[in-house]
């Protein structure tokens, strides 16, 4: 066999046993499995009626899915233009209902709450941000076009 077929060969098998080994990988069991984080993905967007999308959001737990306008600074207010519930696990093409009125270029930001009491409604209250206190993550604004 020529040298060139046999790196060939043997970089094939290479990448084919790296392709292989994490499904032989240490699975966790039981009550100490690591649970996914938060998380959401949102782009820059035209709104589609009185809704804006959510491109993907991964929610550990049940909760909501929150629309925030931004202050004078850029980062998020209090006042809250929308909300929906969603059930623990991926989401894609979520449409969220915002009320008031939202103008071409303003941005917004979106967070995902834990649920707590009945759940039915968002009611910052009873409910906990995944991201606590702190700021949100610059990749959780987008812009109105």
């Known amino acids: ?20 080994a994490p499904a032989f990988a240490m699975q966790e069991q039981g009550s100490n499995a690591t649970i996914a984080p938060a998380s959401v993905i949102v ?5 589609d009626g009185s809704n804006v999308k ?15 306008g ?6 998020p207010d209090n006042k809250v233009l929308g909300s929906i519930a969603l ?18 270029g303003s941005p917004l930001w979106v967070s995902l709450y834990q649920a707590k009491g009945d759940g039915a ?4 209250a009873n409910a ?14 987008f812009v109105v076009q």
């Open 54 to 68: 959510l491109t993907y959001a991964y929610a550990p737990q049940n909760g909501f899915a929150v629309v925030y």
């Open 121 to 124: 409604t968002f009611d910052r």
């Open 43 to 47: 782009f820059n967007q035209k709104l």
């Open 87 to 104: 059930t623990a696990g991926d989401h894609r093409d979520v449409k969220i209902p915002i009320s008031g009125d939202v103008k071409q």
């Open 128 to 141: 906990t941000s995944y991201w606590g206190k702190g700021p949100l993550p610059s990749t959780n604004e």
């Open 70 to 75: 931004s202050d004078q600074h850029g980062k």
């Open 1 to 20: 066999m020529s040298t060139r077929l046999s790196v060939s060969v043997f970089a094939l098998a290479c990448g084919l046993a790296s392709l292989a």
